[in-house]
């Protein structure tokens, strides 16, 4: 099995402070931060023991590609990708929520309607839909970004009325998400998929507003296959998906969902491998192109080397 990321602890000149997320290892600058896409993977808001081999490339090479492709929608903090793994840009100020959109009553909006909910993050669902129904239109249900534990729920009442985010740049953010959701959507059509749901996250570089983190990947997104969407609805089959709900399902099988003294399922060679060619066959099929596997012998230094290039030359 080839060689996978699960963290990495470099220290570069000028280096500020350092902060390793669920996936990612941020490393601080005074005006920039160099993102390392590991090949961690979470799910229920829980780091599973197990890296998956070029799941970060996966994400990091998705990402790079969609926030290329609506940068003209949305000023995004991209400033470089020097390695497959890598993304240096912009050290913005991040809001404290993340932009959920949804199109589809699927994942998390599937399992509150089920439980017999009808309104989510101030939302209020229809009556009469089916899982993976389409919503009239899409609706935005944000979380609150936990720097530690669960993300949860909140309106955007809630949201202004604790003063997370300013009304005015609130409604910049709802404007942003709509139009980023309508361009992936698009785009995934052209490749005969659905983007259901995503989510988006914003922040602020000397006053204006950037799209940050990553886009329309697999860890942010939930993807269907279009081909047999409609009669899959109409016999009341599963959809076929492209996402990281897999995983989860995958874990709920085996009775964890992240719950306190639920303990991970055993982590087999077979159960990584599968978890890895999922991830190499979204990629292959959102962007058209032919994944390249990235060189993975000293993975480590191959990163390393890319950063400390791009800092010596800017």
């Known amino acids: 099995m080839s060689h996978a990321i699960k963290e990495t602890n470099f220290q570069f000149p000028a280096q500020i402070d350092f902060y390793k997320g669920k996936v990612r290892d941020v490393y601080i600058f005074d005006k920039e931060l160099v993102v390392v896409a590991s090949d961690r993977i979470s799910a229920f808001d829980v780091v599973l023991p197990r890296p998956i081999p070029f799941k970060g490339q996966v994400l990091n090479q998705i990402a790079a590609k969609f926030l290329e492709a609506t940068s003209d929608l949305v000023p995004n903090w991209v400033t470089a990708t020097p390695d497959p793994n890598v993304t240096i840009g912009k050290r913005c100020e991040p809001f404290k929520v993340e932009m959920v959109i949804r199109g589809y009553l699927s994942g998390h909006a599937a399992r509150e309607y089920k439980a017999g909910k009808r309104m989510i993050c101030g939302v209020p669902m229809p009556e009469g839909m089916k899982e993976n129904d389409a919503f009239p239109t899409p609706i935005i249900t944000p979380t609150t ?91 009341g089959k599963a959809q076929r ?14 009775g964890f969902q992240g719950k306190d003294g639920q303990e991970v399922p055993e982590m087999t060679d077979e159960i990584v491998q599968s978890i890895s060619d999922r991830y190499i066959e979204l990629f292959e099929k959102i962007t058209g192109e032919k994944f390249v596997k990235a060189e993975t012998d000293a993975i480590e230094t191959r990163i390393e080397e890319a950063i400390k290039k791009y800092l010596n030359e800017n």
């Open 241 to 254: 998906q492209l996402s990281k709900e897999f995983v989860r399902q995958w874990l709920i099988g085996n």
């Open 145 to 235: 970004k936990a720097s530690e534990g669960h993300d949860e729920d909140i309106s955007k009442e809630g949201i202004l009325a604790k003063g997370i985010v300013s009304k005015e740049d609130y409604e910049v953010l709802e404007k942003y998400t709509r139009a980023l959701f309508q361009r992936g959507q698009e785009m995934a059509k052209e490749k005969g998929l659905i983007l259901v749901d995503t989510k988006y996250e914003f922040g602020k570089y000397e006053g204006e507003i950037f799209l940050i983190d990553e886009i329309h990947t697999p860890d942010s997104s939930r993807y269907f296959y279009a081909d047999r969407y409609e009669q899959n609805q109409k016999e």
